[in-house]
């Protein structure tokens, strides 16, 4: 059973549209990453979340944590083919030795 | 800044034999942690590295181990290998332990045959 589950798995849409990505868990986080990844290359880190409700813009890209801090999303506005990747949540859990926990991903095609 | 970097990028092995990876984090980042990418499993923890001590390990046989160097690069060894070792093997790096912010290298894609 993953901690963190992400949804949706898969998704492609047309240049211009918008998306959200959303990653889940029944456990609270101290934390929360978005990284994207790209086919042979490591994860790049977009935004830490930190605090309950917070939310945190990066130009068309805007990031919540939830309130209670067991939840994340991840919103692009008019997605370009650019944006395409991988995308992972990873979340520090309360309470225990600093490890991160990945979500499954999110594979997004930005088609143009 | 350069960042973290990995060695070899590919590498095909043989059931049975070992394999070391080698990973050189940013110039004064101090933690190294290690990472298993599967289409299946997703992005394991491995174990993390800091001064030269394992400060952390995730859930993997014993045939998994690494260590630290004192100007923190970081190496990691597979013995006896198996078929379902074959992964893309991420190393990241971080300013302190404690820091949540990690930085990946590219990667070592590990073939076992």
């Known amino acids: 059973t993953q901690l963190l589950e992400q949804s949706p798995q898969f998704l492609s849409i047309q240049e211009g549209e918008n998306l959200t990505v959303y990653c889940n868990s029944s456990s609270v986080f101290s934390s929360l990453q978005w990284y994207r990844q790209e086919p042979g290359e490591g994860p790049v880190l977009l935004v830490t979340?930190?605090?309950?409700?917070e939310v945190k813009k990066l130009k068309r890209l805007t990031f919540q944590f939830g309130d209670a801090r067991k939840d994340s999303s991840l919103h692009i506005t008019a997605a370009q083919p650019g944006d395409t990747g991988l995308y992972l949540c990873?979340?520090?859990?309360?309470?225990?030795?600093?490890?991160?926990?990945f979500g499954s991903g999110t594979q997004l095609t930005v088609l143009p | 800044k350069a960042g973290v970097t990995q060695t070899p990028r590919y590498l095909i092995k043989t059931r049975g034999q070992q394999v070391t990876l080698s990973c050189s984090p940013i110039?004064?980042?101090?933690?190294v942690s290690w990472y298993q990418q599967t289409p299946g499993q997703g992005l394991q923890f491995l174990f993390e590295y800091f001064s030269e001590t394992q400060r952390n390990k995730g859930n993997f046989p014993g045939r998994f181990s690494g260590r630290q160097f004192s100007n923190s690069r970081s190496e990691m060894n597979v013995s006896t290998l198996e078929l379902g070792d074959s992964a893309l093997y991420l190393c990241?790096?971080?300013?302190?332990?404690?820091?949540?912010?990690?930085?990946f290298g590219p990667g070592t894609r590990l073939t076992v045959t």
């Open positions: 979340v930190v605090t309950g409700g």
């Open positions: 990241a790096s971080s300013l302190l332990i404690g820091q949540y912010e990690q930085y």
């Open positions: 990873a979340g520090a859990r309360e309470g225990s030795a600093r490890q991160l926990t």
């Open positions: 110039s004064g980042h101090r933690s």
